[in-house]
């Protein structure tokens, strides 16, 4: 019974979905970290760069660790 949504159609267009949404909002925080950080003077871009891909992978690192009740 663990592995019962495999079968499952729905189950499948709402992994699809969620997916297609990861890749379009990752994309599209891409862009924006672009815009933001070519408005910066030239010292502080590399700085900010590293600091916009690095907080939102510690924020995701935070919130799993901290919810043991969502890990399998």
């Known amino acids: 019974m663990l592995f019962a949504w495999i079968t ?3 189950a499948w267009l709402a992994l699809g979905t ?17 815009l933001v950080v070519a408005k910066l003077p030239t010292a502080q871009r ?9 907080e939102p992978w510690l924020c995701v690192w935070r919130c799993w660790h ?7």
């Open 66 to 72: 901290q919810s043991p009740g969502l890990r399998a």
């Open 8 to 10: 499952d159609p729905n």
């Open 18 to 34: 969620l997916t297609l949404l990861e890749i379009v909002l990752g994309i599209d925080n891409i862009i924006f970290l672009s």
């Open 46 to 54: 590399a700085h900010a760069r590293r600091l916009g891909w690095r």
